[in-house]
């Protein structure tokens, strides 16, 4: 219902924060809690966690590094019905009640600062590889407004990591392309690394990106097909390769294990026992993530981002409709929805005329806009690109986008569509090639920055990033679309290449490297963001961005995390007070036992640190909640 008094919650922004302050700082009135940190026990026989004693066993009981995308899925009875009446893509309110399914990814692990020095290396990657995928945690609270415990011994929590088996589904699925040694089916893999970010469905699963795998694993390096994904011949960082035979494609047999990466993946958390799911048919990149939501005939619709420079837009459309009811068959059905459909790619067309200068200033027409296509890959699961099988679309991605002359981005990262209004926002983080005169791409109507000037000195590259918002011309269905940039990012107090929808940045809080987006129940559009302290000299955060009226391009930032984090997996529930992040990578610049961060688990000062105790930092998920405004 409408009326609610925290609909779009208000608060007063918090300053922004120099690079090295080791503080969650939020706003006025707004208190904070961990809900649960890396290595806090799940699963039956989880032990507390200890710094000096840890196994891959017990990191496979526990929650793991570096929380990413979050959700909470309400658990309550009568809450969890999605028969797609409260909840058909356009939700509102999130009404969670008292018990909820928290989903975490954790995307990778910071090994310079986990471990004490009594591991043998060996050691060190198993943990590693059982920090990595994914968890299910239950959470309790008593009253709704008020913060979340999370629950150890609940049949729901459930960990995913490298060793948990998925299944792959749409047109790659037992291709030549995927089988190896261990699964010549092509059908089966284990395991899920560098999940970042992801989203919900309309039939309540979560999705999650695998997005930079070609970190794990060292191939043979010939094949232009891997090249383009980045995989090389060359040890990797993780050096899994030493320690399980599939992560070298110079064994036998494992040729192919690094192609069974870089998918969009898809988990019930309400059936611990199900097998999670990599759908080839949403293609294969390095997936950012993937929020769904259903079309006016009812199509599962997602919008995807390939984040690295000069990679390209996503739009899968299932061929399948949602089926409403909430009979087992009804959702069954619906876990069916992204197995098979249309994967489409976005070109990006200006409308001004002249050129693009690169320095922000506005073009000819005073927009940054223009009008865009989607150009197909796949339509109905099979291929639409010259000289290029469905399972060849699938696998090798990247190639038939190339082949199409889809538009290079800058770093595209979360693509949402606002469930209030449907307009589509994407977060280009930014990208440090994309220079005066770069050969491959100068600035363009829709990345228009290739310099930005800082107190009169002028450095190269769209170091800030930028906000696109999308009007597709149909529902979510429709192949074209008009576009316009939203916001250039950066510090208005030194960067003269700034843009805000052209709302006063003299009133702005300063904001740089957008990464993940969200929404709250009044479609106000909230940005986190991953790297501002290295062009900002600014800790990174979250901000709540107006998109109607006067307020418009106003933004405000709600909170700041501790030095070297990340901010993550936004959520905002507005109705309720609340809003969460993952604090990811606290501390990530420093070495264990010199580390810039004590977060959560900060000590007052002058009080010393209890013998043997390990204090921070833990990548955590938090809660910040208003103090006393709600009484049910
Ligand atoms: Fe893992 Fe694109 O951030
Ligand atoms: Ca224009
Ligand atoms: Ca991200
Ligand atoms: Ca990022």
């Known amino acids: 219902g409408g009326g609610h008094p925290d609909r779009g919650l208000a608060f007063r922004p918090v300053a922004s924060q120099p690079a090295d302050v080791d503080a969650l700082v939020i706003p006025d009135g707004f208190t904070w809690s961990p809900i649960i940190r890396w290595g806090d026990p799940i699963l039956p026989g989880g032990e507390a966690f200890d710094i000096g004693s840890q196994s891959a066993a017990k990191q496979a009981l526990a929650f793991g590094y570096n929380c990413d995308y979050?959700?909470?899925?309400?658990?309550?009875?009568?809450?969890?019905?999605?028969s797609g009446k409260g909840r058909s893509g356009r939700r509102r309110g999130r009404d969670l009640g008292t018990s909820a399914l928290l989903v975490s990814n954790h995307e990778y692990t910071n090994a310079g600062i986990m471990f004490d020095q009594t591991y043998d290396a060996v050691t060190?990657?198993?943990?590693?590889?059982?920090?990595?995928?994914?968890?299910?945690?239950?959470?309790?609270?008593?009253?709704?407004?008020?913060?979340?415990?999370?629950?150890?011994?609940?049949?729901?929590?459930?960990?995913?990591?490298?060793?948990?088996?998925?299944?792959?589904?749409?047109?790659?699925?037992?291709?030549?392309?995927?089988?190896?040694?261990?699964?010549?089916?092509?059908?089966?893999?284990?395991?899920?690394?560098?999940n970042c970010a992801g989203g919900t469905t309309p039939w309540g699963t979560v999705l999650s990106g695998e997005e930079n795998f070609h970190g794990y694993f060292r191939v043979d390096g010939t094949d232009p097909r891997d090249a383009r994904y980045g995989l090389r011949d060359a040890a990797t960082s993780y050096g899994w390769e030493l320690d399980e035979p599939r992560f070298s494609g110079h064994n036998d047999g494992y040729e192919n294990e690094s192609r069974r990466f870089g998918y969009m993946v898809e988990i019930d958390p309400y059936d611990p026992e199900s097998t999670p799911v990599k759908h080839t048919a949403m293609g294969r990149f390095k997936h950012e993530g993937a929020e769904v939501i259903l079309s006016d005939r009812g199509h599962a619709v997602a919008y995807m981002g390939d984040d690295e420079r000069w990679e390209y837009v996503y739009k899968f459309v299932s061929t399948e409709r949602f089926r409403g009811g909430d009979s087992l068959g009804a959702r069954r059905h619906n876990k069916g929805l992204l197995s098979r459909g249309s994967l489409y790619v976005a070109k990006f067309l200006g409308d001004s005329t002249g050129e693009i200068d690169g320095s922000g200033a506005l073009p000819s027409d005073g927009a940054f806009d223009g009008r865009g296509v989607w150009m197909p890959l796949l339509i109905d699961g099979r291929s639409a690109v010259d000289g290029m099988s469905a399972e060849e679309v699938s696998v090798f991605t990247r190639q038939a986008a190339d082949a199409v002359g889809a538009t290079k981005m800058d770093r595209p990262e979360d693509i949402q569509p606002n469930p209030v209004t449907g307009k589509i926002y994407l977060a280009c983080t930014n990208n440090s090639q994309r220079v005066p005169g770069a050969a491959r791409g100068a600035a363009d109507e829709a990345n228009p920055r290739d310099r930005r000037v800082v107190s009169g000195a002028t450095e190269t590259g769209n170091r800030d990033g930028h906000v696109i918002e999308i009007t597709e011309d149909g529902d979510h269905t429709g192949t074209t679309f008009r576009w316009n940039i939203l916001l250039l990012c950066g510090n208005p107090e030194v960067n003269e290449s700034v843009y805000f929808a052209g709302f006063p940045v003299d009133r702005v809080s300063p904001i740089s490297c957008p990464d993940n987006v969200a929404f709250d129940s009044a479609g106000n559009l909230w940005i986190s963001t991953d790297g501002a302290s290295s062009p900002m000299g600014r800790c990174d955060g979250l901000f709540k961005v107006p998109l109607t009226g006067r307020e418009r391009g106003h933004v405000q930032q709600f909170l700041s995390v501790p030095a070297g984090a990340e901010t993550c997996g936004p959520i905002i529930d507005d109705e309720d007070g609340i809003v969460y992040v993952a604090v990811q990578h606290p501390g990530e610049d420093g070495t264990f036992g010199a580390h810039q961060s004590y977060f959560p688990d900060y000590l007052a000062e002058g009080q010393p640190a209890p013998v043997g105790a390990w204090r921070g930092p833990r990548p955590s998920v938090v809660q910040v909640w208003r103090e006393g405004s709600r009484n049910h």
Request: charged share 30%.
């Open 70 to 82: 979050l959700e909470l899925l309400p658990l309550g009875r009568g809450r969890h019905d999605w």
């Open 124 to 194: 060190r990657r198993a943990i590693e590889r059982a920090a990595h995928g994914m968890s299910v945690v239950q959470v309790e609270r008593r009253r709704e407004g008020k913060p979340w415990t999370y629950e150890a011994r609940s049949p729901y929590n459930r960990r995913v990591h490298v060793g948990t088996e998925f299944v792959i589904d749409g047109p790659a699925a037992g291709s030549d392309l995927l089988k190896t040694a261990a699964d010549p089916t092509g059908k089966r893999v284990l395991g899920t690394v560098n």
